[in-house]
């Protein structure tokens, strides 16, 4: 096919005018600044300006030569038209096998024949049955031809609508070389194996309408911007049926770069302000119908004239949410940047292939997340098992096994035979302060009954100040964290029963007793617990809530469903429950009990309250949650949040009222601080509690909207803002 053959199909399509005497002039600028030296920044001036190129017969020469500005220069021919920057002869050989019907066919060749069947719908208009099945076999062979010569391209529905266009202006041979690099040069993004590029390219849109109109893109933010697939993934020729304008608005992209195609859009979308603004921003699936459609008719040179100025004054590079930075290295919309620069046939190849590449890392990276997500908690409990085995195992072998359990029995003896004797001592009536000398102090008799004595009054045994053995003390001096005196001598350590089984050594009795305590304080908790917490309490109370949080919270949801079908459990509620209740009573201890140590020690380098004593202290104000949560499943949620809060309440008071006498040791902001974090951890943890278990209000289903009309990466996702807290919370506790 040759340009006459060309100049006589195109003439089909346009009515013939007589020129008017600015388009003569036009042409011949056009003309002229296609004449070697070729002047191509005037070419882009006179692409953009008013009527772009004029007529097809200037753009067979010069919008080609937009395409073609990268084939090297032992291409260029003194034959042919000089604005393709090649002759049809030389280019067809050279990057166009004439030998791709022997090739092997492609695998989206049966989606090409289907498309291609539904081609040339609105233009052109003047043309019989079968000028238009000539058409269509034509366009059949140039695409089979791109496809073939070069395999790894995937198809997408809406390629056959750009290829039209430039089979109407060029004829076959033409459209061949410029389909070809079109997909490689222009549109690589969208014949990547998937849509994932062609979706990034969608998220500039918001940074450029927050650059331009920040009130218009706060009202469009819950609307994802999947709208815009179809026209850009197919350059408009899919949304305009016009055949002059579409071919001007290929003058105006073809002659800057590929990120224009979103600048032109975010016009579109600015110039339809005061629609937009009408339809409630709750309304997004409303919103992303009304946008997805382009208004007709288009004022294409209004839109192209600001969407140059926007592109000027908010070029990508300065786009907000450091959107561009974003953007892949190998995206056609950064190796388009530079106009005068653009990449070889050769050179776009092997971009396609690096970011191939990179499409694969990402998806494995996202696979492997989503794995890691679902497998997060037994993965965590495994890892941490793991970790305590090598540990221990590791300790044993370089003998620093024993350090911990001698560090820490220390601690534990120190703490409650200071804490035992001095109440002791008090209950008899001691109340001399003896102040031990910071020199050397050489052990005398005197010395040694008072030691004897000491022991004496802590199990009320008669002290032997004879023997000097100390097999026959009551308290071995390497008793490790016994609650009670020991008489053996034996080591506990961490990975032994023993050495747990001694948390736990306390009755019935003392346990309700102390519940009681917890519920009516009458006296510090601390003078409860009388040197020996316990455990065995806190573990139950903590386990009781638990269950009865998912009772309740159970029948809570039944209560607030709908009937119309059968209800069904929420065993998350009980994982979720497990995870809040016993996440707050063994960890947030720790937290105080470290902040104690740092901050609080006395003078003599202790602790005024040990780790255990934190973990009862906690377990045992949780006792007053077992009614609470008994109570709040009533269907008044107004009184649910009464319950609550007066649980808050008790069980907060008897914190501070424990913990005040213990944080008071520090200095006044410290104390203040820390106190503010108890209470402020103890609300969380009922605020938790009653949005997550007694919300009288059935959860709603996150709305999902389905756009089709660009394919199947068109999706809209809409969340209800106002249960965007209660999702967090349910993220964290695995519910």
């Not at 791709?100 to 069947?117: A, C, I």
């Not at 209740?581 to 902040?595: D, S």
């Amino acid at each position: 096919i040759n340009n006459a053959t060309a100049n006589e199909k195109s003439d089909t399509l346009q009515v013939r005018k007589k020129p008017t005497p600015e388009a003569s002039i036009k042409t011949d600028r056009i003309l002229a600044a296609c004449e070697e030296p070729v002047e191509l920044d005037a070419l882009i001036l006179l692409a953009t300006s008013t009527e772009g190129l004029v007529n097809d017969e200037v753009r067979r020469k010069a919008c080609t030569f937009s395409l073609a500005r990268s084939i090297p220069s032992k291409l260029m021919e003194s034959t042919g038209p000089i604005l393709l920057g090649y002759d049809y002869k030389t280019t067809v050989e050279s990057i166009i096998s004439q030998a791709w019907r022997s090739l092997p066919p492609h695998k989206d060749e049966d989606q090409v024949r289907l498309d291609v069947d539904r081609s040339f719908v609105y233009y052109p208009k003047n043309e019989n049955d079968r000028q238009i099945d000539r058409r269509k076999a034509e366009l059949s062979v140039v695409i089979t031809e791109v496809l073939r010569s070069y395999p790894m391209l995937s198809y997408f529905q809406g390629f056959h609508d750009i290829v039209q266009v430039f089979l109407l202006v060029l004829g076959v041979d033409g459209a061949a070389i410029a389909a070809a690099q079109l997909s490689l040069q222009r549109i690589r993004d969208f014949m990547l194996p998937s849509l994932s590029a062609s979706v990034a390219q969608l998220q500039l849109l918001p940074a450029i309408l927050q650059a331009v109109d920040n009130e218009l893109c706060k009202h469009l933010s819950q609307t994802q911007p999947f709208f815009a697939l179809a026209a850009t993934l197919t350059m408009y020729a899919h949304e305009i049926q016009e055949y002059g304008d579409i071919a001007r608005l290929f003058d105006f992209l073809l002659a800057h770069s590929a990120v224009v195609s979103l600048y032109f859009f975010a016009v579109i979308v600015l110039s339809r302000r005061d629609e937009l603004l009408e339809i409630p921003a709750s309304e997004p699936e409303m919103l992303h119908s009304v946008l997805s459609k382009l208004p007709k008719p288009l004022d294409l040179e209004t839109l192209i004239s600001k969407t140059t100025s926007i592109f000027e004054q908010f070029p990508p590079e300065r786009l907000p949410r450091r959107a561009w930075t974003k953007v892949s290295t190998y995206s056609v919309l950064k190796t388009t940047r530079e106009i005068n620069h653009q990449p070889s046939l050769s050179e776009s190849v092997e971009l396609f292939e690096k970011q191939v590449t990179q499409l694969r890392k990402e998806q494995n990276r996202e696979k492997l997340m989503k794995q890691i997500r679902q497998y997060r908690q037994p993965a965590r409990n495994i890892g941490i098992a793991v970790f305590i085995g090598v540990f221990s195992f590791w300790l044993r072998r370089t003998g620093w096994d024993g350090y911990p359990v001698v560090w820490l029995r220390r601690i534990w003896q120190t703490t409650r035979l200071h804490g035992v004797n001095m109440r002791v001592m008090a209950n008899r009536g001691y109340d001399v302060v003896v102040d031990v000398d910071e020199h050397e102090h050489v052990a005398s008799p005197t010395d040694n009954a008072l030691c004897a004595y000491t022991l004496y009054i802590t199990d009320n045994s008669p002290p032997d100040f004879d023997d000097a053995n100390p097999r026959n003390s009551k308290i071995p001096p390497d008793a490790p964290f016994s609650s009670q005196p020991s008489n053996t001598s034996s080591k506990r350590f961490l990975w032994t029963i023993s050495f747990y089984a001694q948390f736990f050594d306390v009755d019935t009795s003392a346990v309700l007793h102390r519940c009681l305590s917890a519920l009516i304080p009458r006296q510090p908790f601390l003078d409860i617990l009388d040197g020996n917490p316990d455990l065995y309490g806190p573990f139950w109370i903590a386990t009781t809530v638990v269950f009865i949080l998912f009772l309740t919270g159970t029948i809570s949801q039944y209560l607030a469903s709908h009937h119309d079908k059968a209800f069904v459990y929420n065993f998350k509620l009980l994982s979720g429950a497990a995870g809040l209740v016993y996440g707050y009573t063994g960890v947030i201890p720790v937290a105080l009990w470290g902040a104690l140590k740092w901050f609080g020690q006395t003078a003599a380098g202790e602790v005024g309250m040990t780790l255990v004593e934190c973990w009862a202290l906690y377990g045992y104000a949780n006792v007053i949650w077992i009614p609470v949560a008994l109570i709040s499943w009533s269907p008044v949620n107004i009184l649910n949040f009464g319950f609550v809060a007066i649980g808050f309440i008790i069980s907060a008071v008897f914190l501070v009222r424990n913990l005040w006498p213990v944080v008071s040791v520090t200095e006044a902001k410290v104390s203040r601080i820390l106190l503010l974090a108890v209470v402020g951890l103890h609300a969380g943890l009922a605020i938790a509690i009653k949005i997550l278990f007694f919300a009288l209000k059935p959860r709603k289903m996150m709305a999902l909207t389905v756009s089709y009309s660009a394919g199947p990466a068109a999706k809209h996702i809409k969340e209800d803002e106002g249960e965007k807290g209660e999702k967090m919370l349910r993220t964290i506790l695995g519910m």
